[in-house]
């Protein structure tokens, strides 16, 4: 059929089939018009006039169909059809073609992650596997600084909470493809530090299956600690994953135990004949001394948290061994704040023996002095450690 005038054009599309439709107005001629008024003009205007005719022609995407060999002549709808087409296969394949670089990453993933929970990666690697899409799945990436040239102790602390965490997701029951544990050594990606102007280590971040991490992407370390079981409610939240960690026995604590009990059991045997010493009051005093020192210092702080020792600054090499928040603290910090309880405790108890005892007044002086000393000296010292921490704490001591 051959076709004149005003026509319209209307295109359907769909995932599985792209149709063209094209409405003839009533005013052009139709075949049968043709052969019975030879497609005389006024014939077909009387027609038009006492009969209003429409003819809808649907296209189908098969080019060898005898409707589209009909329409070969008309160049308007022949270039349409091919640009739908082309443009119903072009996304057909794109889509293909992302599946398939998905299936691939995930397998190459789920192979790695088989041979080893913690996956190490390049700047290569983490460009392909976390930063490029396609990606279904969420990246828990360990930013560190392992190798020994380096000297981060911390950097090694953090390693084995997370191959503690890591370990416990890949043995356990729910162990899938939409979590993967991986890390970046400084050493073999540098460029990826660059990348995300990371100047610090150990970090860890989160990279969700879409879009880019956000704030509560990036772990706080220096406020949580780095122990397994926080990393584990951190990536709860972050991702509906919830992990159980499992830690591998460790009996050193058992044994450390029975050695005391051998010692102290040793001990009263060896005395058993006289055990006038359980009554010493000073021995007493000094255990119990000892147990409030600890527990004051925050050790129990460190136990449950598993902060690092020290901080130790990558551009300059600073050591910090006192914590700036004070929502947090180094274990290095709880020993410093230990040793200054105990100058202090000596000082004072100096105070009482000048104070109470009977002996040579000179010696009593000069006990008085060194204890008042280091009183002074010592509970300034404190005071200044808890401004630091303590940000607009008025008050001071000698020591700003």
Known sequence: MRLSGTSWLMIHHCPSLCTLDIVVPSSVCSCDQRRSEDCNPQSASRHSASQPMEYAVSVAPVIGMASARRLAPLPLVTVGSWLLLLSCAQFGGGQKKKENLLAEKVEQLMEWSSRRSVIRMNGDKFRRFVKAPPRNYSVIVMFTA????????????????????ANSWRYSSAFSN??????????????????????????????????????????????????????????????DVHIRVFRPPNYSGTIALALLVSLVGGLLYLRRNNLEF????????????????????????????????????????QVSYIHGSSQAQFVAESHIILLLNAAITMGMVLLNEAATSKG?????????????????????????????????????????
């Open 178 to 239: 939409k979590l993967f544990f991986t890390v970046v050594d400084y050493d073999e990606g540098a460029d990826v530090f660059q990348q995300l102007n990371m100047n610090s280590a150990p970090t860890f971040m989160h990279f969700p299956p879409k879009g880019k991490p956000k704030r509560a992407d990036t772990f706080d370390l220096q406020r949580i600690g780095f122990a397994a079981e926080q990393l584990a409610k951190w990536i709860a939240d972050r991702t």
């Open 278 to 317: 359980i009554y010493n009051k000073t021995g007493w005093a000094m255990a119990a001394l000892c147990v409030v020192f600890a527990m004051t210092s925050g050790q129990m702080w460190n136990h449950i948290r598993g902060p690092p020792y020290a901080h130790k600054n990558p551009q300059n090499g």
């Open 146 to 165: 392992l190798q020994p040239q380096r000297q981060c102790s911390v950097c090694r602390q953090a390693n084995e909470e997370y191959q503690v965490l």
């Open 360 to 400: 040579d007044v000179g010696k009593r002086r000069i006990i008085c002095l060194v204890g008042l000393g280091l009183v002074v000296f010592f509970f300034s010292l404190l005071l200044s450690i808890f401004r630091s921490k303590y940000h607009g704490y008025p008050y001071s001591f000698l020591i700003k």
